[in-house]
């Protein structure tokens, strides 16, 4: 069946990355001292959860044959345009805000991220963005006094 | 006993009709209530959007105004839920099987009185319970020291990921990652600065907003864009459609009695979510009913008792989050991380330390409900329009608000970054098909667990059989370990009966899909 395959295929790449995690966790965390039961050292919980999530996504990579329903949604295809604007308009917010102000920012990530819906046109998005902007001006800069420049150039 | 609890409730109302107190009340469940009728956004996104907002608040009305978005998101999502068949929050998926035909059938206005009237009950009973039981709890758990309080965390953590939708394994996993994610920063102890990777920003330790936006804002948003089909509603809801007839009150009244005593027994267990709260809610009324056969076309009985339960659940979910520390769920465990930013930890001595916080929140419960009741008799055109906006349009805007809320934490933009990572995070991880609620639930526990864990070992000269010395520690180290062996045994009986199944049967469709958000 189509939909079990794809299920216990998500369980072994989940589980990997759980045991990745886990033995990243322990590799960081035995750098850090690890001590006694009577006396842990910040290293010693750390190593433990590592511990923990190997186990765990051993058990799960293990388990995926079992006990799993099969689900209907696997048939979605990765949906590529949303998540790269919705990730691109967040890392906007941020590269924007620092050297251009809030204005542009919010100009940016609203735009941007409005543009990863198919059914959004360039002029949806824009006046989308323009309306955003002026409710940002009126609620967190008049309301609320945030303390972020409107504009600037440069480096803030 | 019972006139000092009466007298502090008085003492509660007091608090809770200062203007200033009313006033955050109000708006939260005003807010709350607009969030929740929003298609794609629940009390998580509701709660974490507006925890920056408290910064400047005092304690008191900071609370009242998260709580009050808590259950105002919960009645707006029913409205969702019955008119539209969106669950905007998992927990109304049930509300949909019934609710959704009964709108067919042009009685939509009536399964939305309905449900308002079941919620209030059953809000109102929980507070009951909550005025009476934490007390009692309270007296109990100031004989809590370390190795108690690890143990019963222990069995939250462990009953949180456990008991919710999806493989517990996952959920064991997910609760892991979120205590590790807890231990980012300075360790209190040696001052050893873990997992920062040399930013300076990370020494602090993970911003709770941006950790709960990603999760549950950002990684939505990733999971729904182009997926929500919108659907457009034609109902008009007045007034005058939602006041159901005696005869449908009579029918419904058993089944919201039920509902409320179901939500009252998981929300005194710890860990137990609401959507399987109310999942169980349906399957007794439809176990229990003469005619089962009507369950999914429109019987009143399958809105009015899940609704309850949700509803006396939330308010019972309070007592072991403000009398232990202990928060049930995802949104209690948000709820915790807002108190420990005020500076106020949670435990048995909150109730006497902050009384007005405690007694004033009780209150305000009910303040809050009675609002929200005269509130919904207006505004419920205002709310069917509101369903109306299409998630194409919302969710850019949402998107900048987190973004803003989150810088306004700080004042830093690396917060916002922050909310990227764990927003790609736990998009891949809901693809995954792991729930990401208990992440939460660790993150907020992390410290905690870690310092009793510490603390009761230090005492005890390294020796781990302390945690079954104790007569408290054993009672809840028996309960963890009742539960890890009823999920071994039900997850081995499943398998079996999953491999009889297989050989030539064919499976039963799955009934609701919705996100594994609890």
Redesign the interface.
């Known amino acids: 069946m189509h939909g079990a395959g794809g299920s216990r295929r998500k369980d072994w790449i989940g589980g990997a990355l759980m045991v990745l995690l886990g033995i990243g966790a322990i590799a960081i965390g035995r750098t850090y001292q690890i001590g006694t039961l009577s006396h842990m050292g910040p290293g010693f919980f750390p190593v433990s959860l590592g511990c923990i999530l190997v186990i765990m996504g051993a058990a799960i990579a293990a388990t995926a044959n079992l006990a799993h329903e099969p689900s209907e949604e696997e048939t979605l295809p990765p949906e590529w345009r949303g998540w790269i604007c919705i990730i691109v308009s967040l890392i906007a917010f941020v590269v924007i805000g620092h050297y251009g102000g809030l204005v542009p920012a919010t100009f940016a990530i609203t735009f941007i991220s409005a543009l990863g819906d198919r059914q959004n046109t360039l002029l949806n998005a824009f006046l989308l963005a323009a309306g955003v902007v002026v409710m940002c001006l009126l609620v967190f800069v008049w309301g609320l006094g945030i303390q972020f420049p409107l504009f600037q150039w440069g480096e803030g | 006993m019972i006139w000092q609890a009466l007298q502090d409730l008085w003492f509660g109302f007091g608090v809770a009709f200062q203007p200033h107190n009313l006033w955050w009340s109000f708006f939260g469940v005003l807010v709350g209530n607009l969030i929740g009728v929003l298609p794609g956004m629940g009390a998580l996104t509701a709660i974490s959007m507006l925890l920056p ?1 408290t910064y400047t608040l005092q304690p008191v009305p900071a609370i009242l105004m998260l709580a009050g978005i808590f259950y105002g998101s919960q009645y707006g999502g029913a409205i969702g839920a019955i008119l539209l068949n969106m669950p905007s929050h998992p927990p109304h998926a049930v509300t949909c099987l019934d609710g959704y035909p009964l709108t067919k059938q042009g009685k939509g206005g009536t399964a939305l009185g309905i449900t308002m009237i079941a919620s209030f009950f059953a809000a109102s009973f929980g507070i009951l319970v909550m005025v009476f039981a934490s007390p009692l709890l309270v007296q109990i758990a100031f004989k809590f020291g370390p190795t108690e309080i690890f143990s019963i965390m222990l069995l939250g953590l462990i009953a949180g990921s456990t008991m919710s939708r999806g ?1 517990p ?2 959920g ?2 997910m609760t ?2 979120g ?2 994610i807890g ?1 980012v920063g300075t ?1 209190v ?2 001052g ?1 600065q ?2 920062t990777f040399g930013l300076t920003e990370l020494a602090d330790k993970v911003e709770l907003v941006a950790l709960a936006m990603g999760l549950f804002g ?1 990684a939505d ?2 999971e729904n ?3 929500i089909k919108f659907v457009g509603s034609e109902t008009k809801v007045r007034f005058r459609d939602m006041r159901p007839t005696k005869a449908e009150m009579k029918q419904a009244f058993w089944p919201m009695v039920r509902g409320t005593l179901v939500g009252t027994l998981f929300g005194a267990m710890p860990g137990t979510g609401p959507t399987i709260t109310t999942f169980i809610a349906y399957a007794i009324e439809r176990k229990i009913a003469k005619d089962p056969d009507r369950f999914g076309k429109g019987a009143i009985e399958g809105v009015a008792s899940p609704e309850a339960s949700t509803h006396s659940k939330t308010q019972v979910d309070f007592i072991p989050t403000m009398s232990l520390g202990i928060p049930g769920d995802a949104v209690m465990a948000l709820l915790l991380g807002a108190l420990l930013i005020q500076g106020i930890q949670p435990g048995p001595q909150l109730i006497t330390e902050h009384a007005d916080l405690f007694w004033g929140l009780i209150a305000s419960f009910w303040v809050g409900n009675v609002l929200l009741m005269i509130l919904n008799v207006p505004m419920i055109g205002v709310w069917v329009k509101l369903l109306a906006v ?4 919302m ?3 949402a ?2 608000f987190i ?2 809320g989150v ?2 934490t700080n ?1 830093s ?1 690396f917060e ?2 922050e ?2 990572v764990f ?2 995070f736990g ?3 809901m ?4 729930p990401i609620a208990p992440i939460l639930l660790g993150y907020v526990l992390g410290p905690l667990v ?1 310092e009793n ?2 603390r009761a ?2 005492l ?5 059989l302390v945690f079954f010395e104790k007569p408290i520690s054993i009672g809840f180290m028996c309960v963890t370990g009742l539960l890890i062996a009823g999920q071994l045994f039900f ?1 081995i009986r ?2 079996i009966r ?1 491999r009889s199944v297989a050989q030539g049967e064919v ?1 039963p469709p ?1 009934l609701h ?1 919705v996100p594994d958000v609890e």
């Not at chain 2, 693809?431 to 792991?434: G, N, P, R, V, Y």
């Not at chain 2, 005890?460 to 781990?464: F, R, V």
């Open positions: 907002l493989s394994l996952k064991v996993a892991t990652i205590l590790l231990t360790d102890n040696s050893t873990r997992f950002v948003f990733l864009v182009n997926r299409p998630f194409r349009y969710f850019p805007a998107l900048f973004a803003i810088y306004s004042n933009l916002v970054y909310v990227l927003g790609i998009a891949i991880l693809a995954l098909e792991f870690e864990f510490r070992l230090l005890s000269n390294g020796d781990l997850a499943a398998a999953k499976h799955a899909s």
